[in-house]
């Protein structure tokens, strides 16, 4: 734990970590930008159920009040999901927000930094950003990969979403140095699909196995994180044939309505929600809660 970094951390999470016991930290954009109220809180409180269902303590992390909380009280996350007009923290954005004393929401990057230095190792959440589809024009690529390669925090995730240019996105994590580990399956899911037709560089069929190879990490000195795509749940998958045309039609609006840096995220996964009449929303939920249940048996066998 850095010791002059401004962090609040509850007292069920400082407890948990004081005596080594498993602990999942969880982001707050998904709740603030990613879905809409009230599944937003709804969703949180399930995945935080997940969490301790699976034998871990949930840390869901946000910036409020000129800190960075570490696990919040069922009121504070209630107020988050309503509140509007909060800010998507990434790396470039935590410091400023925590200095003004604004409220912020934080993306995977500025997560895994923020569980990073609570000494939180295991992080879950739905799906990472990557590199925008026509990125080679807009440059967008998004900075929680760069994160991934600097910070020591392992993400579950459910892969890439179809947004994004998935083939880019697993070159740009390969040139980083970041380990992309598909869980028990050689493909690398993307998000609603089980599979994007590409193969995973490394696989994993144990909770163990991702833990062994976060320590070695450790044990090498070696920066950066890992990537687990754990691939959503069979039942709740939507088939490519259903996506495919939604995700086609949600690009079209954004690049219409010229949608650009933070907001294209939000802006697609509410237009997906509105074409699939809350199909893309209700598989967003299935996955987001099967990884917090794989990010607790990870934080698990990190802890023995
Ligand atoms: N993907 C989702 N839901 C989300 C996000 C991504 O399915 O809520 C959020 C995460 O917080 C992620 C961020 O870190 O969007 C990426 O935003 P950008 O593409 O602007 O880096
Ligand atoms: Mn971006």
Not at 203 to 215: G, I, Q, S
Not at 254 to 280: C, E, H, Y
Request: charge should be neutral.
């Amino acid at each position: 734990m850095t010791a002059d970094a401004p962090l609040s951390l509850s007292p069920e999470v400082a407890a948990a970590l004081a005596a080594g016991r498993p602990v999942v930290a969880l982001e707050s954009t998904i709740v603030t930008h990613g879905m809409p109220w009230p599944a937003n809180v709804e969703t949180a409180r399930a995945v935080e159920a997940e969490v301790r269902a699976g034998g871990a303590v949930p840390a869901t992390i946000a910036v409020m009040g000129g800190a960075i909380r570490v696990g919040l009280p069922e009121g504070e996350l209630d107020a988050l999901g309503r509140a509007q007009g909060v800010r998507k923290l990434s790396r470039a954005d935590l410091a400023f927000c925590l200095a003004s004393g604004e409220t912020g929401a934080t993306t995977v990057a500025a997560t895994m930094i923020c569980a990073h230095l609570a000494g939180i190792a295991v992080f879950a959440t739905g799906g990472i950003g990557g590199v925008h589809r026509g990125a080679e024009a807009t440059w967008d690529v998004s900075a929680d990969l760069q994160e991934l390669a600097r910070t020591p925090v392992t993400v579950v995730a459910a892969g890439a979403k179809a947004i994004l240019d998935i083939p880019k996105t697993l070159e740009v994590l390969e040139t980083l140095g970041v380990p992309v580990i598909a869980y028990g399956q050689d493909g690398f899911p993307a998000f609603w699909s089980r599979e994007s037709g590409l193969r995973a560089p490394l696989r994993a069929d144990t909770p163990e196995a991702v833990a062994a190879a976060h320590r070695m990490r450790r044990r090498l000195g070696l920066a950066g994180g890992q990537l687990v795509a754990n691939p959503i749940p069979p039942e709740a998958e939507i088939p490519r044939a259903e996506i495919v045309p939604a995700i086609e039609a949600a690009l079209a609006e954004a690049s219409a309505a010229r949608v650009a840096a933070k907001d294209v995220t939000p802006f697609l996964l509410d237009r997906l929600n509105a074409i699939t009449a809350g199909r893309s929303l209700a598989a967003n939920i299935a996955l987001v809660r099967a990884n917090a249940r794989l990010a607790a048996a990870v934080a698990g066998a990190l802890a023995r």
